[in-house]
């Protein structure tokens, strides 16, 4: 059984940094897209980052120039660092394996002074 497990988050103030992690166990990620979304409740999920086999890196808007994504895949593991977080970036913090629609459980992260 594939499952994701996040961690990392927690409260920071905001300008602050913040490094979440994605671990994976039950298949290897060394060939798949690895994407990370968050959700604000009421809101859609929205994609923050995404990274392929080949460490190519793709952000949303908000993310573009703050936030970094990179993998270890001898470690299965995604991360999501998160720099100069602003109070709009609280959320939920999902990591997601497209290829076979699986996600983890989240991680709040919560940017307030």
């Known amino acids: 059984q594939v499952q994701l497990v996040e961690s990392g988050g927690g409260s920071v103030q905001p300008g602050g940094t913040l490094r979440l992690s994605c671990v994976v166990s039950?298949?290897?990620?060394?060939?798949?897209?690895m994407r990370w979304y968050r959700q604000v409740p009421g809101k859609q999920r929205e994609l923050v980052a995404s990274?392929?086999?080949?460490?190519?890196?793709r952000f949303g808007e908000s993310a573009m120039g703050r936030f970094t994504i990179f993998r270890d895949n001898a470690k299965s593991t995604v991360y999501l660092g998160m720099n100069r977080v602003r109070p709009e970036d609280t959320a939920v913090y999902y990591c997601?394996?497209?290829?076979?629609?699986?996600w983890g459980q989240g991680t709040l992260v919560t940017v307030s002074s």
């Open positions: 990274i392929d086999d080949d460490g190519n890196t």
């Open positions: 997601n394996l497209p290829i076979l629609d699986v």
């Open positions: 039950g298949t290897s990620i060394r060939s798949h897209i």
